[in-house]
Nanobody
């Protein structure tokens, strides 16, 4: 399994970004996909996930602002981030897990894409 994340950048408070993660190497439709982030000086935290059967999950900190979707024909998962805040600044990683969503069991990771939100 290989994961390639992209779409990060520098935006202003309140703006939007869409992250993409391209998955390769195995049948994408069997995998749950997650997004995690690590802010400077902090532990990595769960952001959002979409299970193999498209059930979605969000952390409380992003619920209502972020959405996650997948396109199985393109082997791609998307994280649409709206109403971005400076506290969303972090390195964002996509991850995969064969089977149902489980925060503790994501075991394949992409390289990360930086999101910076200025106030």
């Amino acid at each position: 399994v290989q994961l390639q994340a992209s779409g990060g950048g520098l935006v202003q408070d309140g703006e939007s970004l869409r992250l993409s993660c391209i998955f390769s190497g195995h049948p994408f439709s069997r995998y749950s996909m997650g997004w995690f982030r690590r802010a400077p000086g902090k532990e990595r935290e769960f952001v959002a996930a979409i299970s193999w059967n498209s059930v979605t999950y969000f952390s409380d900190s992003v619920k209502g602002r972020f959405t996650i979707s997948r396109d199985n024909a393109k082997n791609t998962v998307y994280l649409q981030m709206n109403s971005l805040k400076p506290e969303d600044t972090a390195l964002y990683y996509c991850a995969s897990h064969l089977g149902g969503h489980s925060v503790a069991h994501y075991n394949r990771w992409g390289q990360g894409t930086q999101v910076t939100v200025s106030s």
